[in-house]
């Protein structure tokens, strides 16, 4: 077990770095920053020289890999972290220096448990891509095939799993001074960062995770997912097949090769807003690097390693948020948030709906560039801050994407209307799902389930209370049993209790006893 000096000194460590690249001033200042935090804080900067302009992208990047990976997860929290510290860190390049290829190539090996080369022909020596936990190599199978080969930094578990165990530590500590810091519960935050980064150190996880989104999306004209090479993906290895095409984060390229930005960013809102609300199982990274555009158009993405979920209740409520929203019928959309016990119940939900009116209405009818949304966040959380609602985490996952989403669509075509293009394909969902008819097949499909299952019923009854004269026979006594039987009887006889004896006999004492008492009873 970590001891409190070790996670106090990272801690400090970690805050230095902060506090040279300006991170720290904010939570310094915040009104909200309770005093031993903000005592730490000073500690920490004591001695450096601030810029003015904070750098919180570059801050996470020098403290390390798990510090990039909570950069990530913190960029979904603007209610923590403030709106412009999220905004920063939504910029956060997850890359660092390459692995020598030696070293990747007997990672490969000891996970395999034999020679790369009997499962590879080839394996280009310089990766396409450097990141935080991994990095990825062009190679050729046996059977001629171009895949990419996804390989664990080596030692790259251990270092997370000590700098998580900090982060647990420092969260409770932080919730347990009460006030703002419980109800943006901090350990719930660093808990499902621990489950996501888990996710991504399991290759076999994120392989999973890729063949599930196929599966729900193979319907959807215009996306795809690379297929799984299982025979060569374990935890530490994955094979995936090999994309060629534009990045979409390269605009010019893609006007170059023809293609039409429109309806590409018309495209992957749905392509979304599909996986988010029809499936409840969305693509949580969909920054521009993990986004290609083929020759014939198709969307493909990559990466697989922060996936979203959301059940089916929950999606109900999001889709009548969303419709809410861009229809102005603010009072529904208020009303979810008490149903969903979002809001506490002593609030007004007219007043709530004032509230989000005052939100939404500068939003409607118009195109994406006019909109700050940083502004509309800030209003956002302002109102969950005055409505004491505790931050729903799959929610914000599901926001960070959102604006991830948002902003390449608006890269790629800017005159797009994010609302007018959902606005359609939500009104479909919510009279297809929650519609009458919907309604009456849900019914209909789980009372016949209930009625499929009355036989089991019936039968798991019938063993438990067998018909009269259909019980089995006890086992006979043991030698050592009928001893027991006897030295208890004698005592009974005698006034004393027969307790002690009946347990002595240990199991077989049990039965022994029970059968005794059965027999005073008679």
Not at 319 to 328: D, H, K, P, Q
Not at 436 to 447: G, N, S
Request: charged share 25%; with cysteine; proline share 6%.
């Amino acid at each position: 077990m970590t001891k409190p000096a070790t996670h106090i000194y990272r801690l400090l460590k970690w805050g230095r770095i902060l506090a040279r690249h300006g991170a720290l001033r904010i939570v310094e200042d915040h009104p909200q920053t309770p005093g031993p935090v903000r005592r730490l804080c000073r500690i920490a900067r004591f001695g450096t020289i601030q810029p003015k302009q904070p750098q919180y992208a570059e801050a996470f990047q020098d403290i390390g890999p798990a510090a990039i990976k909570l950069g990530q997860t913190l960029a979904t929290r603007p209610d923590l972290v403030g709106e412009e510290a999220a905004r920063d860190l939504l910029t956060l390049q997850d890359s660092l220096p390459p692995v020598p290829f030696d070293r990747i190539a007997a990672a490969i090996e000891a996970s395999f448990e034999r020679p790369w080369t009997d499962l590879f022909d080839s394996i280009g020596e310089t990766p396409v891509g450097a990141a935080s936990i991994a990095q990825v190599h062009r190679a050729i199978t046996k059977d001629g095939r171009t895949v990419a080969v996804k390989v664990l930094r080596p030692g790259i578990r251990e270092q997370f799993s000590r700098d998580i165990d900090t982060y647990e530590w420092a969260a409770a500590h932080l919730e347990a001074l009460g006030g703002e810091a419980k109800r943006l519960r901090p350990r719930l935050t660093i808990a499902n960062f621990k489950r996501w980064t888990n996710r991504e150190l399991d290759l076999r996880r994120e392989a999973a995770s890729a063949s599930e989104l196929a599966e729900s999306m193979h319907a959807v004209a215009g996306f795809a997912v690379p297929g799984i090479d299982w025979d060569r993906t374990n935890g530490r290895v994955m094979t995936i097949e090999w994309i060629d095409g534009i990045k979409m984060s390269d605009r010019e390229a893609l006007l170059a090769a023809g293609h039409d930005l429109q309806d590409i960013a018309q495209r992957l809102v749905l392509a979304f807003l599909r996986q988010a609300i029809s499936g409840g199982f969305f693509h949580a990274d969909m920054h521009q690097g993990n986004l290609f555009v083929q020759a014939d158009g198709t969307i493909v993405a990559i990466d697989f390693g922060i996936m979203g979920r959301i059940d089916r209740r929950a999606r109900a409520w999001l889709a009548e948020i969303l419709y809410g929203l861009t229809t102005g019928n603010y009072r529904r959309v208020a009303e979810i948030h008490f149903e969903a016990q979002y809001v506490p119940s002593h609030h007004s939900v007219d007043e709530f709906a004032t509230a989000l009116r005052a939100v939404g209405e500068p939003m409607r009818g118009k195109p994406v560039s006019e909109l700050s949304v940083g502004q509309m966040l800030d209003g956002l959380f302002a109102i969950t801050r005055d409505f004491d609602m505790q931050t729903q985490p799959h929610l914000l996952l599901l926001q960070k994407t959102m604006v991830m989403v948002e902003g390449i669509a608006t890269q790629l075509y800017p005159g797009i209307n994010l609302w007018d293009v959902a606005a359609p394909f939500v009104r479909e969902w919510i009279r297809d799902e929650l519609g009458p008819e919907a309604a009456i097949a849900e019914r209909i499909r789980t009372d016949t389930q209930t009625l499929l299952r009355i036989p089991d019923l019936v039968r798991r009854i019938e063993e438990q209370f067998p018909a009269k004269g259909g019980a089995p026979e006890p086992p006979p006594l043991t030698d050592v049993e009928l001893i027991w039987e006897r030295r208890a009887r004698k005592k009974v006889q005698g006034g004393a209790s027969p307790m002690p004896y009946a347990l002595g006999a240990g199991i077989g004492g049990a039965a022994v006893y029970a059968a005794m008492m059965m027999g005073w009873i008679g």
